[in-house]
Every structure is written in structure tokens, then in C-alpha cells.
């Protein structure tokens, strides 16, 4: 895809000043019209090295903490709201709504040529939960990509459900095939929510339109859809380049309310992750933050800390030297 590069074509983003938003266009799909929302952090540092981030399920790209730690390392950073998502949700969608995570490839599609447009060429693709799951997807589907690296933060490789819950999920998944608008419970109460807004018990501000502590319905075509990749990873993706997969310490549930909640994952089982990055490729790096919440870049501040020094000294050894732009 060719990628307009007319700065004009940016407008000011609601995170303030040091950001700016594009809408992607995308061909129709079975809602009507279609977009994706890149972001980009300015003024972008001299250097040919680009990332590109993208958020998870219920969720969108809010953290400016992290663009600055980005530029900070001589890093230009991007994010991007797939479609339905955030800044990309139009009237007529239903937040999330997706049949197969193939369709998130075309947003990637679009956002990485606008990257290499601007001047980037050593690009590492990162993503949070669902994010994780969909950038391992189509760094398998896009071996022509060029892409440098991927970092993982707590990626959505299974779900977290009891065992007789995931009995009906493959029935489910195959109704989702013909009645992909069917909804089903998502299982997932809002609490992480509540751990993460300053309004309730945590330390940031974000859009609660977009990202609701009570999460959006998902649907049967939906779930068939994570099943699918879910299933790819089982099988293993066998990526060629360096993957770097972060997870917290821990897991933790409870019924109710628990300070513990705030330094342990309370959405994934972090076995899960442990069990099935392996098979992401023959060059994946494991590694467990102490203390870290689901989104281990919203963690307490010393989880924080060792998330993004771990992601910056891995950087540093597996990409090739900096250079100015």
C-alpha cells in the first residue's frame, strides 16, 4: 500500500501537544465503513528506528509515558487503534467486532508504510494482550515485512477461564461461523478496570467511553476468531526474527477485592504465557516482572521501571546499530 506522507494529513490527537493522529481508511466490511487511527509522537528523534504499538482487547493507546520512554531510547513511536477501536470506533460499529484477526492485518498494513514513508526502516512491532497476539499473527502472515523485532507485553496466547467453561468454547466457536453476532458473556468482570482509572483505585486517566471498566459484549464471531489464533500458536508460529515476551511474576483471582490486584495478573494466567511463548519462534526471550500488572507499562513504578529496562537492553542487543535520520 502506498502511504500518503503530507504532514497535513495528521490533526491534533486528545493526548495533548506531543501527539498527533491520521485515519486510515480500509475497505468496507460486513458493517459498512472502515478505519484504523495512527498516532505518532513528536517531535520525532533523529533516527531511523521506529516502533509501532498496539493495544489490547477493551482497550486503546493512551499511555504517553510510554512514547516518551520511546523517544527517550531514539526510538520515533506510533501507535495505532485498529479498527473499532478508540479514536477508529465509528457509530454504526460494534466496539471489537471482528470475524477473523486476519482483518487487523490491513490496519498494520497501512500504518507500517506511513513508518517507512516517514523515514523508518528498522521497525519493531509491539503489543499488549490481544495486540500480542494479533502482531505474532501477522509478523507469521508478513514474512516480507521487515520487521526488526516484536515485543510482547503479557500477550493473549490463552484464555483464562475455568476448565468447564473452555468445554464450550469450541461448540461456541462453531456456532460463531454462522451466527458470528450471537453474543456470549466475555467472563470478565471489572475489576482490572477498577484497578487501572484514578477515578476507582488506580493512577491513570483515560477515556472510559473507550475503555469502559465493564467491558464491551463480545460475540461468537469473535471468540471463533481468538480460537483460530489461539490455535496457530499452539502449532507454532516459527518467527524469524528476535521475539521479546514480558508477563508479571504472578496471577492472581479472587472474588473480591484485594490490594494484590495491583502488582499481579489478574487477567491471563502467566503459565499460559510461559507455556506457549516457545512456540512463537526459535528466538524468543521470556522474562517475568516482579510486581507487574496485566499491562505491565501501567504497573507501580518500580515494575515499570524494570519492564521498559528490560525492553531497551534487549533492543540493544538484538537490532543492528543506531543512525541518524
Known amino acids: 500500500m502506498t502511504a500518503p506522507?503530507?504532514?497535513?494529513?495528521?490533526?491534533?490527537?486528545?493526548?495533548?501537544?506531543?501527539?498527533q493522529l491520521r485515519h486510515l481508511p480500509q475497505p468496507n466490511d460486513y458493517e459498512g465503513a472502515v478505519r484504523a487511527t495512527?498516532?505518532?509522537?513528536?517531535?520525532?528523534?533523529?533516527?531511523?528506528?521506529?516502533?509501532?504499538?498496539?493495544?489490547?482487547?477493551?482497550?486503546?493507546?493512551?499511555?504517553?509515558?510510554?512514547?516518551?520512554?520511546?523517544?527517550?531510547?531514539?526510538?520515533r513511536f506510533y501507535a495505532l487503534?485498529?479498527?473499532?477501536?478508540?479514536?477508529?470506533?465509528?457509530?454504526?460499529?460494534?466496539?471489537?467486532?471482528?470475524?477473523?484477526?486476519?482483518?487487523?492485518?490491513?490496519?498494520?498494513?497501512?500504518?507500517?508504510?506511513?513508518?517507512?514513508?516517514?523515514?523508518?526502516?528498522?521497525?519493531?512491532?509491539?503489543?499488549?494482550?490481544?495486540?500480542?497476539?494479533?502482531?505474532?499473527?501477522?509478523a507469521q502472515a508478513r514474512p516480507t515485512a521487515g520487521l526488526a523485532a516484536l515485543v510482547?507485553?503479557?500477550?493473549?496466547?490463552?484464555?483464562?477461564?475455568?476448565?468447564?467453561?473452555?468445554?464450550?468454547?469450541?461448540?461456541?466457536?462453531?456456532?460463531?461461523?454462522?451466527?458470528?453476532?450471537?453474543?456470549v458473556p466475555s467472563g470478565l468482570s471489572d475489576t482490572y478496570g477498577l484497578s487501572l482509572h484514578r477515578a476507582y483505585r488506580g493512577q491513570w486517566e483515560y477515556?472510559?467511553?473507550?475503555?469502559?471498566?465493564q467491558v464491551f459484549d463480545v460475540n461468537a464471531g469473535w471468540l471463533r476468531a481468538i480460537r483460530r489464533g489461539h490455535q496457530q500458536v499452539r502449532r507454532g508460529l516459527q518467527l524469524p526474527m528476535p521475539v521479546l515476551v514480558l508477563h508479571s511474576d504472578?496471577?492472581?483471582?479472587?472474588?473480591?477485592?484485594?490490594?494484590?490486584?495491583?502488582?499481579?495478573?489478574?487477567?491471563?494466567?502467566v503459565a499460559h504465557i510461559r507455556a506457549l511463548s516457545p512456540r512463537l519462534g526459535p528466538q524468543v526471550t521470556v522474562q517475568a516482572v516482579a510486581g507487574g500488572m496485566h499491562d505491565l507499562f501501567l504497573s507501580a513504578p518500580a515494575a515499570r521501571a524494570a519492564a521498559y529496562q528490560a525492553v531497551f537492553e534487549w533492543l540493544e542487543s538484538v537490532l543492528p546499530p543506531e543512525t541518524s535520520a
Open 152 to 183: 510482547l507485553n503479557s500477550p493473549f496466547l490463552d484464555l483464562f477461564q475455568p476448565w468447564y467453561k473452555k468445554l464450550a468454547i469450541p461448540l461456541v466457536a462453531q456456532v460463531g461461523a454462522l451466527v458470528p453476532n450471537l453474543k
Open 38 to 75: 495512527l498516532v505518532r509522537h513528536v517531535p520525532a528523534p533523529a533516527s531511523n528506528r521506529a516502533v509501532l504499538y498496539v493495544h489490547g482487547f477493551n482497550d486503546y493507546f493512551f499511555q504517553r509515558e510510554m512514547a516518551a520512554e520511546y523517544a527517550a531510547h531514539g526510538f
Open 207 to 213: 477515556d472510559l467511553a473507550w475503555k469502559p471498566n
Open 81 to 138: 487503534d485498529l479498527r473499532k477501536y478508540g479514536r477508529a470506533l465509528l457509530r454504526h460499529q460494534r466496539p471489537n467486532n471482528v470475524r477473523n484477526l486476519t482483518e487487523y492485518f490491513e490496519d498494520l498494513d497501512a500504518a507500517l508504510a506511513v513508518i517507512r514513508a516517514e523515514g523508518s526502516y528498522t521497525l519493531v512491532l509491539s503489543g499488549h494482550s490481544t495486540g500480542g497476539l494479533i502482531v505474532s499473527l501477522y
Open 250 to 269: 504472578r496471577t492472581a483471582a479472587s472474588r473480591k477485592w484485594s490490594d494484590d490486584f495491583l502488582s499481579a495478573d489478574i487477567v491471563l494466567d
Open 5 to 19: 506522507t503530507d504532514p497535513a494529513s495528521y490533526q491534533p490527537d486528545p493526548l495533548g501537544p506531543d501527539f
